[in-house]
């Protein structure tokens, strides 16, 4: 990949977009980041890794929370600003890579090269989906649906002016139900093709 390329990939839970994002990331030849970012954070910081994500994407407890003079005493909210810190650094270093979820839409807005994605899904694909994978009843699989979608609306909101899952937020939104997952793929990598290869397009 010579042309910078930054892929952010948001999702609804069950779509399949973690899984999509993973193959935009080997098609082109780019590195991941989801909860590896804390990891890479961890080391640096000299922390345990497994600690950090116990509060990877999770909203701000509000109740427990509070800010006094910019520094706040919500491990949610550090943890939220210390993704948002290294994926800006990774973007003013001009690295090219992929990252799912974390707000990357909105916090890497203005880099060169910015592709931002949101894959959604028809809600029965989704609880199908979401019953084979973790091997759960319907019921069970529409409350986890339930749960995590709020968990990220509720956490992309609180830090985005912009409302997670709105269309109007995102080069690309696209609903995996309707392809499948690998002609999902397709599609998207050559979408993404068209405006790397034109000037005009890149912004």
Known sequence: MQKRLILTVSREFGSGGHVIAEALARRFELDLYDNNLLEHIAEEKNVGGDVLKRYDERPKNRLFSRTVRGYSNSIQENVANMQFDYLKKLARDGKSFVVVGRCSETILKGYEGLVSIFVLGDREVK??????????????????????????????????KGKWGDSRNYDLSINSSRLGIDRTVDLLEAYVRARMEDPALRR
């Open 127 to 160: 609880r199908e989906r979401i019953m084979r994978l973790y091997r759960l009843s319907a019921e069970e699989a529409e409350h986890m649906m339930a749960r995590k979608d709020w968990e990220r609306k509720s956490y992309h909101n609180y830090y985005c």
